[in-house]
């Protein structure tokens, strides 16, 4: 279930009422509920973690484990994930590669 709230800027926010009600119960008043709410983001995230966030923000990818991945691309009906980089193999060449070794 959605509802609409409006925000700063006048344009309309939507939000799940389940996570209204989660935002709720963070504190008794409003004033409370704004410094829970800031708190949780206070904590910085690890470097990995911010990097992951960055590549898949800057090429407009999922990020997430690869079984939510597929569903996304299938509901999407797009990749959702970038393509390994440089050319594919020739099979002659693996075959080769793997008589000298």
């Known amino acids: 279930m959605l ?14 009422a389940e996570d209204y009600r989660l935002y709720l119960a963070l504190g008794a008043d409003g004033p409370a509920r ?22 898949a923000t800057q090429g407009g990818w999922v990020l997430g484990s690869d079984k939510f991945a597929a569903r996304i691309a299938r509901m999407a009906g797009r990749r959702t994930a970038p393509l390994p980089t440089g050319r594919p193999r020739r099979a002659a060449e693996e075959n080769r590669q793997g008589k000298l070794i």
């Open 3 to 16: 509802g609409e709230q409006r925000g700063n800027n006048r344009e309309a926010v939507f939000f799940d």
């Open 34 to 55: 704004r410094r829970a709410y800031r708190a949780l983001f206070r904590a910085s995230l690890p470097g990995e973690t911010v990097e992951a966030l960055r590549r």
